[in-house]
T-cell receptor, first 110, second 111 residues
């Protein structure tokens, strides 16, 4: 088992609401990446944080935003939720040439 | 052309057989390449990195062909436990890091 944890495990929200997902990185890792994985698809890169700064972003609108804290844990915030935001959200912690994924948060938007 | 393309499968392969997957990528500036394995309703797990010289880890061999912009994964003597989705991952390192996953190839090993 890796040291990457995510919370909550599952979440149900309604369209238009806002959500915050959390990720605790592996000890010794200073980079966290977030991905969205829809059913039957590969993970889509949302963005990456390195030492509290955004260090790369995929093709996601500004209503997807994030933070990284001094202890390298991270949050993903999604505003104005849409039905298509329903997916598994994965965070990955990386450093020392290795990357580990957390178990994911399954978000359902109704 | 999609950034990272994989045959979605499924590949139905008898136990003990050899199976190979390819993955093509569109950005010639891509620098790092990986194969991940994802079991149903689980997170992806790193299977192996892919190096220019090719690399082997037990029954698994990964190769990179920069000229043709593809990477491959070969699994020998397949086991029932190899059944999973195999994801090809490309890291485009420029001013920012951009990590791109393929949609995955589903493998079913048949007893």
């Amino acid at each position: 088992e890796t040291g990457v944890t995510q919370s909550p495990t599952h979440l149900i929200k309604t369209r238009g609401q806002q959500v915050t997902l959390r990720c605790s990185s592996q000890s010794g890792h200073n980079t966290v990446s977030w991905y969205q994985q829809a059913l039957g698809q590969g993970p889509q890169f949302i963005f990456q944080y390195y030492r509290e700064e955004e260090n790369g972003r995929g093709n996601f609108p500004p209503r997807f935003s994030g933070l990284q804290f001094p202890n390298y844990s991270s949050e993903l915030n999604v505003n104005a939720l849409e039905l298509d935001d329903s997916a598994l959200y994965l965070c990955a912690s990386s450093g020392r040439g290795e990357q580990y994924f957390g178990p994911g948060t399954r978000l359902t938007v109704t | 052309r999609k950034e990272v393309e994989q045959d979605p499968g499924p590949f139905n392969v008898p136990e003990g057989a050899t199976v190979a997957f390819n993955c093509t990528y569109s950005n010639s500036a891509s620098q790092s390449f990986f194969w991940y394995r994802q079991d149903c309703r689980k997170e992806p797990k790193l299977l192996m990195s892919v190096y220019s010289s090719g690399n082997e880890d037990g029954r698994f061999t990964a190769q990179l062909n920069r000229a043709s912009q593809y990477i491959s994964l070969l699994i020998r003597d397949s086991k029932l436990s190899d059944s999973a989705t195999y994801l090809c991952v490309v890291n485009e390192r420029g001013r920012d890091d951009k990590i791109i996953f393929g949609k995955g190839t589903r493998l079913h090993i048949l007893p």
